[in-house]
């Protein structure tokens, strides 16, 4: 326990040190700070747009906007996490076990009384820790903001909402960090470690998704899920894809807990899928082998 | 042969034998061909259902014959666009990155500047390599693409469309030769290759990912599904004449999507293959009156990009001590 616990210290140290995934923690908490003021900004146009409208005699339709959530204004958090969050996530997998190999120091640290599944727990543990501060302080920045827009604090169930989102939103990101963890450990060059976790995330993201709904990848950029195109084989397909990807899937809990309307599906389906790949995840790196772990590097 | 042409050639060479980046560059290529076939299957599912609809209402006795789905072949081509500019984007990074980190891991830039070289016959000689991969890269996917379209989307082409597949391509190259000689010249000016990689990586998620995403997030008819005005049940002049009250608005977002590259490749493509409805059909000259100022924005941004390259791919900058 105290190896484990000597690793993931010594984990939290290099995060610190690192470059990338501070620039890209900068990235994304002055991302999801903006989210909430192009929420507004957005919902303020539409409310305008529909007001003149109506002044018009344009419409009868009521306001697309009126009754939703005050956590509406978050919703864009959700694509700021599988945009910007995801790639963190994989660069700091990959810069964790990448960091001994490169420094050869690896052969040092294993010759202590430390297995394998200790080494890389407490790698693991030191990442899930940093990931949980940065979630914590965007989750306290997403709080803020939406209590300045609607002009008083967030009620008890809301602020639950936004946590259990954030809460997710850790399972969902430490998937990508295991992906990132385990391409450090078996490819042979640091670009190659970062590129093929970023392959697959692109799939995850872009390739699944439009195969089952027939979405075009920028239309993916949405915090809402695609839906299936009716008819022909794309049901079949988007009953076969859609569970595999996992970014659509985070996207279905997290508009189930921001309570955007426009999110319909099984909410549990989608959060066990999350958990899934998690685990999945894990699972893979905690069975990597001595002999590969200390793989020399080719760059 | 000058000592540009020499590197290019060696550069080409390098290039035809990584694995790893052909297998990446196959990778786009089965994305987009992916792409075309699920929208040309998607026209195929549109027409079907037209075709039972048409059944039921001739059976029904009904004489009224609703218009066809109309297949424009190159509106099929949206979906690989988009994989080219996002992904594309990323992999020219890596590309351009590659071709200076591989140097100084392996030290051979001392090597190389052993030799009486010019002082920009190495980033020429890479830039041309560069150029040249892409130009191969390029062709390949328009012409599988082509190839699907026809073959899966039962479609025929007319010379002009083989103009805009054309001019299409050529404007994709420039895009991804950006992308490669900038990230080439960060490689080259940062001590630290992490940096560069660091810094490019930061690029391409704001300019190609973040901007595009906030733009379209700010556009008042993306923010109900099936569109805003079509929910009230606004008529198209109505829409323009009610937007125009919000021109402020629209002129900010604007201009946060013009701030994109990207977004300049897109709407630039988007328009000669008729993608944006407003260009669907219509002459060659039409399509460049209204995106010429797109073309010449990236037409700017390749030629920064291999203007920084070149300026500082020097030397002095490659000799220092590699961190």
């Known amino acids: 326990m105290t190896s484990i616990l000597a690793i993931s210290k010594h984990e939290l140290l290099s995060l610190r040190r690192e470059k990338l995934p501070l620039v890209l923690l900068v990235v994304f908490v002055v991302m999801v700070s903006v989210s909430g003021l192009i929420g507004w900004l957005t919902n303020t146009t539409v409310s305008n747009v529909w007001n003149k409208s109506t002044q018009a005699g344009l419409t009868n339709a009521s306001n697309p906007f009126e009754n939703v959530s005050p956590l509406y204004y978050s919703r864009n958090t959700v694509i700021y996490l599988v945009l910007i969050g995801a790639l ?46 940065v979630l914590a302080t965007v989750g ?8 300045i827009i609607i002009g008083k604090p967030l009620g008890v169930q809301d602020t639950t909402r936004l946590a259990g989102f954030y809460g997710i939103a850790l399972v969902f990101l430490m998937a990508f960090v295991f992906l990132g963890m385990i391409s450090g450990i078996y490819a042979s060059r640091e670009t190659t470690a970062l590129l093929i976790p970023i392959s697959v995330w692109s799939i995850t993201a872009f390739v699944l998704p439009q195969i089952g709904t027939s979405a075009n990848p920028v239309s993916l950029l949405n915090p809402v899920p695609s839906v299936a195109f009716p008819g022909g084989a794309f049901d079949a397909l988007n009953t076969l ?19 955007n309307p426009e999110v319909t599906g099984y909410f549990i389906a989608s959060i066990s899928i999350v958990f899934i790949a998690t685990a999945l995840g894990l699972l893979t790196l905690l069975l990597t082998r001595r002999d590969r772990i200390r793989g020399a590097l080719n760059d | 042969m000058t000592n540009s042409m020499i590197i290019a050639q060696k ?191 930061v690029l391409w998620l704001t ?21 805003l005005f079509k929910s009230l049940g606004i008529a198209k002049p109505d829409e323009l004449a009610v937007l125009a009250q919000f021109s402020g608005f629209d002129t900010a977002r604007n201009g946060l999507e013009v701030s994109s590259i990207t977004k300049h490749y897109e709407r630039f493509t988007f328009a000669f293959l008729g993608i944006k409805d407003q260009f669907n059909q219509q002459p060659l000259g039409l399509a460049w009156a209204g995106v010429w100022n797109n073309a010449l924005s990236v037409w700017f941004a390749v030629f920064g990009a291999i203007g920084f390259a070149l300026l500082v791919t020097t030397r002095k900058k490659l000799l220092r001590r590699t961190q």
């Not at chain 1, 996992?246 to 807990?257: D, H, I, M, N, R």
């Not at chain 2, 609703?66 to 190159?74: I, S």
């Open chain 1, 88 to 133: 963190m996530a994989i660069v700091l997998g990959v810069t964790s076990t990448m960091r001994d190999r490169k420094a050869r120091t690896l052969d040092l640290v294993l010759s202590r009384p430390l297995s394998v599944v200790e080494y890389l727990l407490g790698k693991t543990i030191g990442v899930a820790i940093w990931l949980m501060a």
């Open chain 1, 140 to 147: 306290c920045i997403s709080w803020a903001s939406v209590a």
């Open chain 1, 241 to 259: 894809f859609r569970p595999l990807s996992v970014t659509e899937q985070f996207k279905g809990a997290s508009g189930w807990l921001l309570s």
């Open chain 2, 11 to 201: 550069e080409l060479l390098d290039l035809r034998r990584n694995n790893f980046l052909i297998a990446v560059l196959g990778f786009v290529l089965i994305a987009v061909v992916i792409s075309v076939v699920v929208s040309a299957t998607q026209f195929g599912v549109k027409l079907d259902a037209y075709n039972i609809y048409l059944q039921a209402l001739k059976s029904s006795g009904n004489t009224t014959v609703p218009a066809a789905p109309q297949l424009y072949p190159l509106q099929l081509l949206r979906g690989s666009v988009e994989y080219l500019e996002i992904l594309g984007a990323l992999f020219a990074i890596v590309m351009g990155y590659g071709l200076i980190a591989k140097e100084k891991q392996r030290a051979t830039i001392q090597l190389l500047y052993s030799r009486p070289i010019g002082r920009s016959a190495l980033p020429a000689g890479k830039i041309i390599a560069i150029a040249v991969a892409w130009l191969v890269a390029v062709a390949t996917i328009f012409l599988a693409v082509t190839l699907t379209v026809a073959i899966v989307g039962h479609a025929s082409f007319t010379a002009i469309d083989y103009q805009r597949l054309g001019i299409s391509a050529f404007i994709t190259w420039l895009y991804l030769i950006m992308w490669s000689a900038l990230a080439l010249g960060l490689a080259s000016w940062t001590t630290r290759l992490s940096t560069a990689l660091i810094i490019a990586l």
């Open chain 2, 207 to 227: 300019v190609v990912l973040i901007i595009p995403q906030m733009g379209d997030t700010m556009d008042p008819d993306n923010q109900v599904p099936g569109g």
